[in-house]
């Protein structure tokens, strides 16, 4: 969701540099922009509805704005629709305060009433113009006094960039549940939503926590806590590749990411795998724990919970212990029976998203213990939880997640392997076989990956389908999920996702002639199950597009198949998934979708 950069420098101009940095921000999702900068004193400023290019072309590639230090916004509409006066930056009624806001400010009504009685004028219907108003009503001439005043008023989550006309050689941030790391350069310093945005400038950067205020000038950045104690941070090297943030001769960030995941998945494995035992150190759960463990929770939102769907059946098969999975916006308000001898594993990519982070929260109020699969470090999933366990996917720029549910996926696996043993729930033969198994999943999925043509020739036939269903059992209808999901969301076709065997307690009514349905049929001891799943509904009409192992066929039972490599029933999943996402894509492309930033979707969702 919205995204934040703020620089400054002395010699080069910041107008530019916040385009370009949020340009590499625009994955986050956004449907407005804006760009303020101050010069001797005069804050100036532009915004724009739409994509960042009409911002740029207003202010002739930022040239138009003069200043070496600014602030910089894009904007995913909550408060007020998606308008050029809606957009961040908002100013203080005199001009004197620009604010750009990540987050959603919980009593904006209060204080807004409160500062229309005191005569401000509001112009726009958002939240965070509460904010601007407020910090020129408590100004008395110290800014940092005015911050502080400030976030003790606000309820709710924010990251915070404020430039102030009487300090033209800083400016100062803050953050709350809401991303925002600092960029430390050579006469040069940087906010940002994440490293992405500045990554082109400096690898140095500082994380900073809940309530640490930020005051940024060209050669020093110093951060302080509520009782203006100054604070020593660790600033950390970002070793990411700069072209793990571009597309590099890839048509989209998508198709680029799907291609990563061998790696990415070796990345993952790796180093978790020494002398043939799973080595997990970031994980404190003992043998004990393990064994005491009433129940566990996985939590989490979007593809991640899909991961958690495969985690249902990887975990209770390997450990037998019952395993729940709830989507975190519904975990969280469903007053959930959790408590110290539960284990609640959260998944999320970015580390932020708002109801996963919240659903963290409860669970840890409740004695719950948490362990977290994560894959930006620092972030505040990571930073709340008990035990984290890194994906080692790298950045990932696509809003439909590819490498990131892909290594989310592994290491649900090492964690399953890893505690069945310590339980002795597998014998000591299956855990070497499954290790064995683990280190060759990069590979097949790069063998996998080798069928592209035929998927972008099937895509080619079916990418005028109004409506398309997914079917399987058990781990294949936990992968089927994921397939409907990333079609859906960058091709905007009708998609569902259906437990093969449930079909017909309803929605095989919508069945007719000619309609695709993609029938996963993997799972080896399921297979038969599937098939007469199929015949329903291809009795009805239905065109199947099956998918299975190579060594089975299914030559009269789909009119189209796709094959994957064997392996071990429970780490199908890895390898199922991907022609599903080829699919989509190639879907999508074939309809000209704006496949990396699909229409109302947001990468990271900060919002509840
Ligand atoms: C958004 C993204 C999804 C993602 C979900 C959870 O909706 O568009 O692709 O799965 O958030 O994100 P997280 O960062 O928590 O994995």
């Not at 530019?16 to 986050?28: A, D, F, M, V």
């Not at 269903?469 to 569902?496: C, M, W």
């Not at 029938?519 to 099956?546: H, Q």
Request: charged fraction near 25%; proline fraction near 2%; aromatic fraction near 8%.
């Amino acid at each position: 969701m919205c995204g934040i950069v703020g620089y400054i420098g002395k010699k080069k101009q910041a107008a530019p540099i916040l385009l370009e940095g949020l340009e590499k921000l625009e994955y986050r999702g956004y449907d407005s922009a804006g760009i303020a900068v101050i010069n001797n004193g005069e804050i100036n400023f532009a915004k724009a509805k739409g994509r960042l290019r009409v911002l740029s072309e207003k202010t002739n590639g930022g040239k138009d704005l003069i200043g070496c230090a600014g602030i910089g916004h894009t904007r995913w509409a909550t408060h007020g629709e998606p308008s050029d006066i809606n957009s961040h930056p908002h100013l203080s009624q005199s001009g004197r305060f620009a604010v750009v806001h990540n987050g959603i400010i919980e009593n904006y009504m209060e204080l807004k009433e409160k500062l229309i009685r005191k005569g401000f004028e509001f112009i726009s219907e958002t939240d965070t113009e509460v904010i601007a108003h407020l910090f020129e009503y408590y100004y008395k001439g110290d800014i940092m006094d005015t911050m502080i005043k400030v976030i003790d008023r606000v309820e709710g989550s924010y990251a915070l960039g404020v430039l102030c006309s009487d300090y033209p050689d800083s400016f100062i941030a803050v953050r709350k549940a809401s991303p925002m790391i600092i960029g430390i350069g050579n006469d040069e310093n940087f906010v940002a939503s994440d490293v992405t945005a500045i990554l082109k400038h400096t690898r140095q950067v500082c994380y900073v926590e809940d309530n640490e205020i930020v005051v940024l000038t060209a050669d020093d950045v110093k951060i302080y806590n509520t009782d203006k104690e100054e604070l020593e941070k660790e600033i950390k090297t970002i070793d990411w590749d700069v072209s793990a943030a571009e597309k590099g001769g890839y048509e989209h960030f998508m198709i680029k990411e799907i291609e990563e995941q061998p790696k990415a998945i070796r990345a993952t494995i790796s180093p978790r795998i020494k002398d043939g035992k799973i080595v997990l150190d970031d994980v404190s759960l003992t043998k004990d724990d393990i064994k005491n463990l009433r129940k566990i929770f996985i939590v989490a939102c979007g593809s991640a919970y899909h991961v958690g769907v495969v985690g249902k059946y990887v975990i209770e098969k390997m450990c037998r212990i019952p395993v729940e999975c709830v989507i975190a916006s519904e975990f969280r308000y469903s007053d959930p029976i959790v408590s110290k001898n539960d284990l609640v594993i959260v998944i999320s990519q970015s580390g932020e998203t708002a109801d996963s982070l919240e659903a963290l929260k409860v669970a840890k109020n409740r004695g719950a213990r948490v362990l977290s699969i994560v894959n930006v470090v620092g972030s505040a999933i990571a930073n709340a939880s008990d035990d984290v366990i890194y994906t080692w996917a790298g950045p990932e720029i696509a809003v439909a997640t590819t490498k990131a549910y892909s290594t989310q996926l592994t290491v649900m696996y090492l964690l399953s392997i890893y505690m069945a043993e310590k339980i002795s729930t597998i014998t000591s033969g299956q855990y070497k076989k499954y290790l064995e198994d683990l280190e060759k999943l990069p590979d097949l999925v790069a063998k996998t990956l080798e069928n592209k043509e035929q998927i972008a020739y099937l895509a080619s036939k079916f990418y005028n389908c109004h409506s398309i269903f997914f079917i399987g059992r058990n781990l294949d209808y936990a992968v089927s999920l994921e397939g409907s999901l990333k079609l859906k969301e960058i091709s905007y076709i009708h998609s569902e996702a259906y437990a093969a065997g449930e079909l017909k307690h309803g929605t095989i009514s919508l069945i007719e002639d000619g309609t695709l349905v993609v029938a996963l049929a993997t799972v080896d001891d399921l297979f038969e199950k599937t098939v007469s799943n199929i015949k329903e509904v291809t009795t009805r009409g239905a065109v199947v597009m099956g998918l299975t192992t190579e060594d089975r066929s299914m030559t009269g039972i789909a009119d189209y198949t796709i094959q994957i490599p064997n392996t071990n029933d429970i780490f199908l999943p890895s390898l199922t998934v991907i022609p599903l996402q080829l699919f989509g894509y190639y879907v999508a492309a074939n309809k000209g979708c704006d496949i990396d930033k699909p229409r109302n979707l947001a990468k990271s969702v900060t919002v509840e």
